[in-house]
């Protein structure tokens, strides 16, 4: 063989493996960027859930009278990490600044949302998707009732009406439903993380292969 056709082997054969470890690189990549998505979406699916379970009592309750408690449940319901910096909003509705910080997190909650359907495969990332969706439905829902309770405080006192006829007159009947429906919504896609062992089904799909 010429020394010409020898270089020309050598070359190509330099290059091949030049792209093997190229394409290798750019898997590996690729599977850790997927890894650090679904970690990240499960890290904040997990503290949600971990609330949900902290406040079972509050997500079973029936309530057939005004719930006075919502701004505390609400408290509740957003004490962690990911979500305390929306706390304080409940005490400060129609606040721009408050109403802006929370605005923004409930944005963030339904693009966590969306990102877990699409980093988890299958039914796991249908599950989760919907679970948060269902805790961004459910924080939004205390936010327009809590309005409407300090509506009826306001009406009360104007027009020195007693709780339940303040109640009816702004329609807080029909927002409290509205509320617990959120309520049923959550525990129900919560509960269903839950049988699903999903914990496990998301370990398993985190591993690095």
Known sequence: MAISNVDAVVTASTALVALFVTFHQITQSNKQGLFNHRLSVW??????????????????????????????????????????????????????????????KLTELQDLALEAKFVFKGDLGKSLSSFIDSYHSLLFSMYQYQLVL????????????????????????????????????LLESYNRLIDEKVEKRVEKQCRLR
């Open 43 to 104: 890290t904040n699916a997990r503290s949600l859930m971990n609330l949900c379970e902290k406040n079972r009592h509050y997500l079973e309750r029936e309530q057939e009278s005004p719930d006075l408690a919502n701004d505390l449940s609400f408290q509740f319901m957003t004490n962690n990490a990911y979500l305390y910096s929306i706390g304080p909003s409940i005490a400060h509705v129609l606040e721009q600044d408050y109403q802006q910080l929370l605005l923004c």
């Open 150 to 185: 300090n509506h009826v405080e306001k009406i009360g006192g104007e027009q020195c009406l007693g709780l339940d006829d303040a109640c009816e007159s702004v329609g807080e009947p029909e927002e409290r439903q509205k509320l617990a429906d959120a309520r049923r919504t």
